[in-house]
């Protein structure tokens, strides 16, 4: 029987750091210009990285993952821009398919569909999306969230009743900044609920090689010149205790 091997990555250090002190019998290796932490995570064989920005960083480090340390599946944490209006900064966004939304090969074949896979959106694993969808519900609860949280961390941001959403996210080379580019986007991919610059990426490369994948965003942003926050104070104060404490209600779950 393969052993269970779970890869962990992130597009920030602040967003895996956290992560990477859950490890037990901790042990480093560089490649790449990347260093990968294994170890052990409520016992399960764990492999974490920070992949740094954008869809080809984020394929060669999960590529990198899968023929050197033998993952058998993935998951993504990190943060996004909300594209549907009812999003709002705190929420989580558990992605159930991906789709790249700066591929166009277009007249070959239709706008964002991927060359010689005939695939537009991947899509996870129902059993995978179920597992953090329950532990991003699990965070949220209120009285969770009030012992992780300050209530004026949740304050500084605007923090107030976050939820949990389960639906498409967008990936791309490219950072949201204008209304203009989430209406362009929105009139092509109506479902797109956040962008963000790694996720479909990942989960093309996970498809190829037979490996389910699990991407969890965290809102930062509304994706447009009117984003009021400081997006780094964001990353360390709120998204990267969200990635840590999920993953352990993650691992959590598969100790059952």
Request: hydrophobic share 45%.
């Amino acid at each position: 029987m393969t052993e269970r091997i779970i890869g962990i990555m992130g597009a920030m250090t602040e967003e895996i750091s956290g992560v990477v002190d859950l490890l037990s019998e901790r042990e480093e290796m560089t490649a790449g210009m990347r260093t990968y932490y294994s170890g052990r995570l409520n016992g399960i064989k764990t492999v974490v990285v920070f992949s740094r920005w954008g869809k080809v960083a984020a394929a060669t480090t999960v590529s990198n993952l899968i023929l050197e340390f033998k993952i058998t599946e993935l998951i993504f944490t990190g943060v996004a821009g909300a594209l549907n209006p009812d999003l709002r900064i705190g929420d989580i966004v558990i992605a159930k398919r991906l789709v790249q939304h700066d591929m166009d090969a277009r007249p070959i074949m239709k706008q964002f569909e991927i060359p010689l896979l005939g695939i537009t959106f991947f899509e996870c694993q129902r059993e995978q999306v179920t597992i953090a969808s329950n532990a991003a519900t699990e965070l949220l609860g209120n009285k969770h969230l009030h012992t992780v949280f300050d209530q004026k961390e949740l304050e500084e941001f605007g923090i107030e009743n976050p939820k949990r959403v389960i639906g498409d996210v967008g990936s791309g080379d490219k950072f949201f900044s204008s209304s203009q580019d989430k209406h362009d986007l929105l009139a092509k991919l109506p479902t797109i609920l956040c962008v963000e610059m790694e996720g479909a990426a990942v989960a093309q490369v996970c498809y190829e090689y037979g490996l389910p994948v699990t991407v969890i965003r965290t809102i930062s942003d509304v994706a447009d010149e009117k984003s009021p926050i400081d997006f780094v104070s964001f990353i360390k104060k709120i998204s990267s205790t969200y990635s840590v404490e999920i993953i352990k209600n993650i691992f959590r779950q598969y100790a059952l």
